[in-house]
Nanobody
Framework: QVQLVESGGGSVQAGGSLRLSCVAS????????MGWFRQTPGKEREGVAG???????TYANSVKGRFTISRDNARDTLHLQMNNLKPEDAAMYYC??????????????????WGQGIEVTVSS
């Protein structure tokens, strides 16, 4: 059974940094495509960043140059380093997984396993 557990969220001032982590279990992590998504109340879930099994990355335009997605296959862990955070980055952040390559890494329908989410708050 796939389990994804996020950590590292919290509250930060604008311009600050946070590092989110997602520990996976029940899967052969290194073979999975992984993604980070975020959602605010009343809005659709938005793709933030994706990384495939070869380490190729994709970013939403809104976070390019500020966020970095990475994976540690030895620890079955996905990371999202978020720098220069803005109030509009505040959301629930979700880790997602799919057992193979995906075509559109920032589309939620590409993924079939999800974490429970973790909150990020950014104050101005």
């Amino acid at each position: 059974q796939v389990q994804l557990v996020e950590s590292g969220g919290g509250s930060v001032q604008a311009g600050g940094s946070l590092r989110l982590s997602c520990v996976a279990s029940g899967i052969t992590f290194s073979t999975y495509s992984m993604g980070w998504f975020r959602q605010t109340p009343g809005k659709e879930r938005e793709g933030v960043a994706g990384i495939d099994s070869d380490g190729r990355t994709t970013y939403a335009n809104s976070v390019k140059g500020r966020f970095t997605i990475s994976r540690d296959n030895a620890r079955d862990t996905l990371h999202l380093q978020m720098n220069n955070l803005k109030p509009e980055d505040a959301a629930m952040y979700y880790c997602a997984a799919y057992p193979g390559p995906v075509i559109q890494a920032l589309e939620s329908w590409e993924y079939n396993s999800w974490g429970q989410g973790i909150e990020v708050t950014v104050s101005s």
